[in-house]
């Protein structure tokens, strides 16, 4: 996440289009509120372009006149209008209609829209950001996803990565969503035995589901320490099965976020190196068994045992 904040400050003040990609709930939207604090200022709107049909969607976003349609009872000034001098932050550009990417495409060719229902064309000065957790070039190539629209939104692009391949993240979003819950819930910080609960758990639903769990939990503690016997209940409310392949990675991304240090990511997680160790070759064997056997990215298990080798050789007699 480093990586994408220090690229994130590079392209605040530049005026250019920025595309996010990255998995649902991983953090698309602050990102894209940091680009905006770090740059030009101003407004700054946030519209969500999935699960609206296109008559609605374009009069959210480009505004409509009085009597443009059935209930338009007065003028409405859209997205574009209201994010001018500042940012519109468009997430889910990946679920937008061929008919309204074309309309996209002629704002973002000419910078001025024209509101339902309306003849005059309005300038508008906007700093677009747009978000998706689809791959856009896979939708390009299956031609549903027009391509000169995703020249113009990806000039810059920034990747999100999962939380579950940053677990140095976690234990400090856990604790600034408790700083955040304060004005309601009064003072609360993490146990020391939900920390090793905290980092081995994958996170499918990224950083949003971090900060439900935490929210639970948070309401469930009595003393004002959030521990495992507040954070299991909230855990186990998350829906969905769990991966075992996703599981044996999530190991080996542990370790590789530690640089292959075998004894930190130990002590990070609170459990003895043997039995990390363990881990590590359960995740080899299981990586060797299943089909596609290079899954298991960073310095993987091999490294990691490695690494532990060259600490007994090199540790003191």
């Not at 602050?30 to 680009?35: K, Y």
């Not at 995703?150 to 939380?163: F, M, N, Q, S, T």
Request: glycine share 10%; with cysteine; hydrophobic share 40%.
């Amino acid at each position: 996440m480093i990586n994408s904040l220090a690229e994130a400050r590079r392209f605040a003040p530049l005026p250019w289009p920025v595309l996010i990609c990255g998995e649902t709930g991983s953090g698309k939207e602050g990102l894209a509120r940091f680009v905006h604090a770090a740059g030009r200022g101003g407004p700054l709107v946030v519209a969500n372009a999935g699960g609206l049909p296109d008559q609605l969607l374009e009069s959210e976003l480009f505004g409509h006149e009085r009597g443009a349609f059935t209930g338009a009872e007065r003028v409405h000034r859209g997205y574009f209008e209201r994010a001018s001098g500042g940012t519109l932050f468009l997430d889910e550009v990946g679920e937008l209609s061929m008919r309204s990417q074309a309309q996209l495409l002629r704002v973002l060719e000419t910078w001025r829209i024209c509101r339902v229902g309306g003849e005059e064309e309005i300038p508008v000065d906007v700093r677009l950001i747009c978000a998706t957790h689809r791959d856009l070039r896979a939708l390009v190539e299956q031609g549903r996803f027009r391509l000169d629209l995703y020249y113009r939104i990806a000039r810059l692009v920034l990747e999100v990565p999962p939380l579950r391949s940053r677990p140095k993240d976690v234990i400090a979003l856990a604790e600034h969503f408790l700083v955040q819950l304060r004005p309601e819930l009064g003072p609360r910080r993490l146990g020391r035995d939900v920390r090793p609960l905290l980092l081995h758990h994958a996170w499918p639903g990224n950083v949003r589901e971090l900060r439900n769990v935490i929210g639970v939990a948070a309401t469930r503690c009595s003393d004002g320490v959030v521990d495992a016997s507040a954070l299991l209940p909230a855990l186990r409310q998350t829906p969905g099965e769990p991966d075992v392949e996703a599981s044996y990675a999530h190991v080996a991304e542990i370790v590789a976020s530690y640089d292959g240090n075998v004894s930190a990511a130990a002590r990070a997680l609170g459990i003895p190196r043997s039995t990390l160790r363990g881990r590590l070759r359960l995740a080899a064997e299981h990586a060797l068994e299943a089909p596609g056997a290079s899954r298991i990215e960073g310095p993987g298990p091999a490294k990691a045992r490695g690494r532990v080798r060259a600490q007994r050789m090199t540790r003191p007699a």
